[in-house]
């Protein structure tokens, strides 16, 4: 199946980058025969050349024959999307699909679509775990294992806010791999993965940890493990092994330019993932709580403006009428800076830590006010009523335009200096397609201003093909047209 592509700039297609060369690996990572120890660790070779200079490189031969078996490659057909235009002549599945990413292409017949990717046995009964845009739309899927055997595969449960899957096989007695604890890791570790780029089935790949925590865009709630492990399309759903032989992470998008590896490869933690397989194994679907607040980072400048003495935490821009939050109490301008006695470094950790528990669950909320500390009691609520707590806004895709939006209070129609308009919570479909993003707010459709989603909704309903909708960014304001689904 086709890796995610993350680009900077979404309203910019990728161009096609040129190839890219390495150094030899020996070059990178030598060292004094004198400062290497007398006997290798486990898991690293150690050869000495002429010269007196000593090569210690991680030996991943034995990780790779003991779960190796256990990393499966995975086929799809999707259902035709039809004729009309689409994004590459070869479908939204295909290994060439990244290099005509935003590049119109007449389809003109309709049929299946095929698609690859890869995946790994959790248990030993066939149930597997992959990335949900792997299976996602798939109309049938085929699991091989490494001995060439195929079986069909049905999916157990799909979770599209957080890329995980699960799926089943009719099998018994499969090697499986073993669970490890990706908070554990740390920046700097060799890592390697195990999938089928390309559909080259059971491909190892090796690199270190070059980051965690990373947050990517439209990915609110999972802070993922930067690699440089090279991993291309058809590695998605594969896994990232540490040297322990245990599973940290799923592979499921890389930062490019060409649509091929450049060096930056991400994967969800396996301990979000897992969080998530468990929810859908149990009941086929992820229930997440909610806050009910946008929030922005802290820079230096709100830090001292607001008394902080450093700039962390994570901002609260706006609070959602009947949300959670509201009940509580919070209020924008305050700061959250802890959840259950858990600092906030940075924004992008309350959205992680609010979607890791449950709605009903109570948290004690450390905020900044007036500078001061006060503690807060929030019950949560229910993802896909509100905004959970994020910078990117609410994930549930809304209406023909793929907007979520609500009306602005009064307080933020002064902070805007605006008489109207509708602060975007969600984006998907056309709007995203647009480079509509959440935190902008809509002041009218058409030359209609807009106060409520009804309004919204009427202007979407009597428009042919486009909608043109005045968005204020910050002190700017555009028109931008959005396709009518």
Known sequence: MTMRK?????????????LIGAAPLAALYSVRAAD???????????????????????DFS???KKYGPAVVSIRVIEKSSGSGMQGTPFGPSSPFAPFFHNFPFQAPQQGPIEGEGSGFIIRPDGLILTNAHVVAGASKI???????????????????????????????????????????????????????????DNTATAGIVSA??????????????????????????????????????????????????????????????MHVADQLIATGHVRR??????????????????????PEGALVASVNPGSPAQAAGIQAGDVIIALNGHKIENSN????????????????????????????????????????AAAGGAQSPGGRLGLVVRALTPEERQQDNTKSGLLVQGVSGPAEDAGIQPGDIVLSANGEPVSSPSQLQAAVAKSKGHVALLIQRGDTRIFVPVEVQ
């Open 349 to 388: 950790d309350l959205p992680v830590r609010v979607a890791s528990l449950l709605p009903g669950t109570k948290v004690d909320l450390t905020i900044w006010r007036n500078h001061a500390e006060r503690h807060v009691t929030v019950t949560l609520g229910a993802m896909g009523t509100g905004t959970l």
């Open 289 to 310: 709580g909610e806050l009910g607040v946008y929030i922005q980072p802290v820079d230096q400048g709100l830090a001292d403006s607001f008394g902080l003495p450093a």
């Open 6 to 18: 993350v680009i900077r700039n979404p309203l910019v297609a990728a161009a096609l980058g040129a």
């Open 62 to 64: 034995t990780l790779v």
């Open 36 to 58: 290497a120890a007398n006997t290798p660790p486990a898991g690293v070779t150690s050869s000495e050349p002429r010269g007196g200079v000593a090569v210690v490189l991680p």
């Open 212 to 273: 965690k925590g990373r947050m990517l865009p439209h990915s609110n709630y999972v802070p993922f493990i930067q690699t440089d492990v090279p991993i291309n399309p058809g590695n998605s759903g594969g896994p990232l092994f540490n040297m322990q032989g245990q599973v940290v992470g799923i592979n499921s998008q890389i930062y490019s330019r060409s649509g091929g590896y450049m060096g930056l490869s991400f994967s969800i933690p396996i301990n979000v993932a």
């Open 142 to 200: 085929t699991v091989q294992l490494r001995d060439r055997r195929q079986f069909p595969g049905k999916v157990v449960g799909i979770d599209k806010v957080s890329d995980v899957a699960v799926i089943k096989i009719a099998a018994n007695n499969l090697p499986t791999v073993q669970i490890g604890d990706s908070s554990k890791l740390e920046v700097g570790q060799w890592v390697l993965a195990i999938g089928a780029p390309f559909g080259f």
